[in-house]
């Protein structure tokens, strides 16, 4: 399960299908929001994907 942030505030919360279908991309862009590199490089007001137990 991930939950989907746009800089503070909440977008989703489901699996990486669910978030793609909502957010209207593909499954790879979604998990791209995952990698390290892109965190990294993440402004203030980026789209950040959170792993959620």
Known sequence: M???YKGDEFICM????????YTGVK???VRHLLA???Q???SKNSRVLVAVD
């Open 27 to 29: 499954v790879a862009t």
């Open 36 to 38: 390290p590199s892109y």
């Open 14 to 21: 489901g699996t990486l299908e669910y978030i793609a279908e």
């Open 40 to 42: 990294k490089r993440a």
């Open 2 to 4: 991930y939950a989907l």
